[in-house]
């Protein structure tokens, strides 16, 4: 991770967070929504799996909960300074409050995390050593996690097989599971592609669509045990489909000109 924290920190744009006075190497940032009963077992694991491994904070974005989410992330946050917590003063949903979390960060690099605990935050330092690895391409915007053992119920596992395939068909973003939550985000790339509700489920195809590279690595998948999921049919499997058509409309119209600076020899 230093290799390559210390390669492209410089790219950053230095009016935000990652050139900032202590700024943390890496922003675990976590959408949160009605997750009262999963939050302080997952900040505890994230601590457990990322203390002693590298600089972090974790930024959650309450996304308007009505349970005891804001309450529990207050006990938390008394608790630790790595975390952060930010409020959506009404329920703005999944894409937003990861926006929300991005601008926020402070890091260079986002490991983004689902806070239903089917994402096992051990995993996180696996992706960060692809970042080290002499072969990493240098325009690496993404490290995917790739669910290979799903834990879902039959329902969620078809309605995502039946959407992967046909999202892969047509954006070509060479990905075999962008519905896993867990991944490594570079912040720069990630704040370049256009924002719109359920974007964060194209975010392979929109980085690529502005020159980036993405690597999918095997992951764990937990069942969810506590809470009930925000998803179904229809706002995982079709709302899926008809979104990926406006993705398909940005991916004809974009433009990555690569530029080179002209060296004259003075008279």
Same mark, same amino acid.
Do not use: C, Y
């Given at each position: 991770m230093q290799r390559f924290y210390e390669q492209h920190s410089m790219t950053m744009d230095t009016s935000t967070g990652p050139d900032s006075p202590g700024a943390p190497d890496l922003s675990v940032v976590l959408p949160a929504h009605n997750e009262a009963e999963n939050l302080e077992q /997952?900040?505890?694991?994230i601590l457990n799996a990322l203390e002693g491994v590298i600089d972090f904070e974790i930024v959650v974005t309450?996304? +308007?909960?009505s349970d005891a989410t804001p309450q529990i992330l207050e006990k938390l946050a008394k608790k630790t300074s790595r975390l952060? *917590? /930010?409020?959506?003063?009404?329920?703005? $949903?999944?894409?937003? @409050?990861?926006?929300?979390?991005?601008?926020?960060?402070?890091? &260079?690099?986002?490991?983004? %995390?689902?806070?239903d605990l089917q994402n096992d935050p051990a995993d996180i330092p696996a /992706? %960060? @050593?692809? %970042?080290?690895? &002499?072969?990493? &391409?240098?325009?690496l915007s993404i490290v995917a996690g790739h669910r290979v053992n799903r834990r879902d119920t039959w329902l969620k596992r078809i309605s995502?097989?039946?959407?992967?395939?046909?999202?892969g068909a047509m954006l070509k973003d060479n990905t075999p599971d962008t519905g896993c939550g867990l991944k490594l985000i570079k912040r720069e790339a990630i704040l370049k592609v256009p924002f719109f509700n359920h974007f964060h489920r194209f975010f392979p195809a929109l980085v690529i669509r502005d020159? +980036?590279?993405i690597l999918s690595v095997p992951v764990n998948h937990r069942p969810r045990e506590k809470g009930s999921s925000h998803y $179904? /049919?229809?706002?995982r499997l079709w *709302? +899926?489909? *008809?979104?990926? %058509?406006g993705v398909i409309w940005l991916q004809r119209r974009a433009k990555a000109p690569v530029a080179d600076e002209l060296h004259y020899q003075k008279d």
């Open positions: /997952l900040i505890d694991e309450d996304d +308007g909960s952060r *917590v /930010l409020r959506h003063r009404r329920q703005s $949903g999944q894409s937003a @409050a990861m926006m929300t979390g991005f601008r926020a960060a402070r890091a &260079p690099w986002i490991a983004t %995390l689902d806070s /992706l %960060l @050593a692809i %970042l080290d690895k &002499p072969d990493t &391409p240098e325009n995502s097989r039946i959407a992967n395939r046909f999202r020159g +980036g590279q $179904g /049919l229809h706002n *709302v +899926g489909i *008809v979104d990926i %058509l």
